[in-house]
């Protein structure tokens, strides 16, 4: 501390009151940079969240409101998937059940009369355990 207080008496007039300008400048500064910004980030942080759990709400509120409509609800989408549920395909390997989905497709084309000139296959994806997903184009 001396040493500081030394140096002080030893600057001149015009700069201490440069050395307290610009202390009295950067005071402000660092309060902006280091309480204000983080005050401000965290009420925008806090903000986003009250609308997100006031969405949520909103959402939950609906379903307890639809509560007495889900059974029949429930019983019509079972019926509309059920003619789109995907179609299992045998086959030992991709290659194979390839084969047969390009048989699938050719014989749902000649059943509705459309005239194919190429079926293209995409590869194959792992769907888990032994199960593949096949695409055709």
């Given at each position: 501390m001396?040493?500081?207080?030394?140096?002080?008496?030893?600057?001149?007039?015009?700069?201490?009151?440069a050395v307290i300008l610009g202390v009295l400048t950067l005071?402000?500064?660092?309060?902006?940079?280091?309480?204000v910004q983080p005050y401000r980030r965290a009420r925008a942080e806090l903000r986003d969240?009250?609308?997100?759990?006031?969405?949520?709400?909103?959402?939950e509120l609906a379903l307890v409101a639809a509560a007495d409509r889900l059974p029949?609800?429930?019983?019509d989408a079972t019926r509309s998937l059920a003619?789109?549920?995907?179609?299992?395909l045998p086959g030992r390997d991709p290659l194979s059940a390839t084969a047969a989905l390009v048989g699938v497709v050719g014989d749902e084309a000649r059943r509705h009369s459309v005239l194919l000139e190429s079926i293209e296959s995409r590869a194959a994806e792992s769907a888990g355990s032994s199960l593949s997903t096949l695409q055709s184009r």
């Open positions: 001396g040493v500081a207080l030394n140096a002080w008496t030893r600057l001149g007039t015009r700069d201490r009151r005071l402000p500064a660092l309060g902006f940079a280091l309480v969240r009250v609308v997100e759990q006031r969405g949520l709400l909103a959402r029949g609800d429930l019983k003619g789109l549920r995907p179609r299992c």
